[in-house]
């Protein structure tokens, strides 16, 4: 167990090394949309027992929450609605790409862009109103005021 904490340990810093510098752009198969702002993309070079997948957020907005983390249900319904967006946006894109940058504060997901048809998902989000420009700020409400 030791062990494989360390080869983890090594990987991330080796990763977080390497996507300090710039963005590094690969082609990626989306196998599952979390949120507006959250997609999975698999992983299967990551050792076992590690879930081979990870997590890419999308950097620098913030879409809505929903489910039980809304803080409102006219967040909810946004939040949903964001997700509905990335779903259908990821479905029709003919090619998939993701723009790497770091590991999220929380260290489970990835930092990065996920770019459809040579259009940035972040830039789709922002001006369809589904996200908000967000770099870690403190964040807006999305509830009535």
Not at 28 to 36: E, K, L, P, S, Y
Not at 61 to 66: L, N, Q, S, Y
């Amino acid at each position: 167990m030791k062990q494989l904490l360390a080869v983890l340990a090594l990987t991330l810093a080796y990763v977080a090394a390497a996507l300090a510098v710039e963005p590094v752009v690969y082609k990626a198969t989306i196998i599952r949309v979390i949120d507006g702002d959250t997609v999975v993309i698999p992983a299967t070079y990551l050792p076992q027992p590690l879930k081979q997948e990870i997590s890419i957020r999308v950097f620098g907005v913030d879409t809505p929450e929903k489910g039980f983390r809304a803080k409102c249900p006219e967040e909810d319904a946004k939040g949903k609605e964001a997700t509905e967006f990335t779903k259908a946006a990821v479905a029709k894109a003919k090619k998939v790409e993701v723009a790497l940058h770091a590991w999220d504060k929380y260290g489970g997901r990835v930092l990065g862009d996920v770019i459809l048809d040579r259009v940035s998902l972040r830039d789709m989000l922002i001006n369809k109103g589904f996200a908000r420009a967000y770099y870690g700020d403190a964040k807006q409400s999305w509830c009535p005021q």
